[in-house]
């Protein structure tokens, strides 16, 4: 698949070390490299993966979790999927894989906090996507998030695993209220965490012209989803529409490190432009017994088991 992408992460005006990471990886054994684009081949038969992490946990700690968060999970992907033949794959497995690959990873991290006693207590969010047969397979931990823009639509494909936004789904709290609430940055789910980490996963059907933009809080906390979708109404390159929202955020005092990466679907393999948004959400299960994964494969089965 013709896929063109790029990337931009910056400190911000307040932090001094960048937390945040991004990653894009052919799922095909290469070592993956976080924080590095390098061109991929056209042909990707078990799918390209993207994701930005945001690391937390004080002094280096947050800025090792974020990377060792997405290599693990690039390693776990190419170990359980990207390995095996083109015709052993299913949508069931990826998404299954996908589960396994966000609790690795949060192990991973939990494992390092372990070892070093200056790192204890460090975490960070997961906002992954691996393009695979013409959809967005997603997997979203934390409050980082992926937005697909379909002209002239923004549509935010992830819900933060935030605790205000669990107050607005009860209704005890306002959209506009959680904008100032203090503890509007407080998630509710990291790797990295002694508890089984419960990942969200859903896919979209992709159509030509798509744009799927990953980012952290430092960009969507800054910039607002109007501001985002006019830059891309524009139709500048993917570097330079990151480059203004970046710029964006910067103007406004980017208080936190700010991450974005932004893909370009423009195969002419992909079906044409439709105003329809099919988005599936399914919250899945930790990957941690045999049984759960096997029920959750059978709901997945249920749920996605025609391709459009």
């Known amino acids: 698949m013709l896929i063109d992408y790029a990337a931009i992460t910056h400190p911000g005006k307040v932090r001094k070390n960048n937390e945040d990471a991004y ?18 081949p056209n042909s990707c038969p078990k799918g390209l993966l993207a994701a930005v992490a945001d690391g937390m946990g004080g002094a280096a700690a947050g800025e ?15 170990g359980h999927w990207g390995r095996f033949p083109g015709d052993r794959g299913s949508e ?18 939990l494992r390092y906090s372990d070892d070093d006693r200056t790192a204890r207590g460090m975490g960070s969010t997961l ?22 823009y379909r ?43 002694p508890q089984p980490v419960k990942a969200v996963l859903g896919k979209v059907r992709l159509r030509r012209g798509d744009r799927l933009l990953l980012c952290s809080d430092g960009l969507h906390g800054e910039v607002g989803d109007g501001e985002l979708k006019a830059i891309l109404d524009h139709g500048f390159s993917t570097r330079r529409s990151l480059e203004l ?8 005092g980017a208080r936190d490190n700010v991450t974005a990466l932004l893909l370009a679907l423009d195969d002419p393999a992909l079906p044409l432009p439709h105003p329809r948004l099919d988005v599936v959400r399914v919250e899945g299960p930790s990957s941690g017994s045999p049984a759960e994964v096997r029920s959750f494969s059978a709901r997945l089965g249920r749920l996605f088991g025609a391709r459009s």
């Open 151 to 193: 002209r002239p639509e923004l549509v935010q494909l992830t819900q933060d695993q935030t605790l205000v936004n669990q107050m607005i789904q009860s209704g005890t709290l306002t959209p506009l209220e959680a904008q100032r609430h203090p503890q509007r940055s407080m998630i509710t789910q990291a790797l990295g965490c």
């Open 23 to 40: 990653l894009v990886s052919v799922l095909d054994g290469e070592e993956p490299q976080v924080n590095s684009l390098r061109r991929h």
């Open 92 to 109: 069931s497995l990826l998404m299954e894989t996908l589960l396994g690959a966000a609790e690795a990873a949060s192990q991973a991290v």
């Open 127 to 148: 906002t992954a996507s691996v393009i695979w047969e013409g959809h967005a397979y997603l997997c979203q931990v934390g409050d980082s998030r992926a937005y697909l």
């Open 245 to 252: 929202m970046v710029e964006a955020a910067l103007a406004k």
């Open 64 to 78: 090792v979790a974020s990377r060792e968060g997405l290599a693990s999970i690039a390693l776990y992907l190419f």
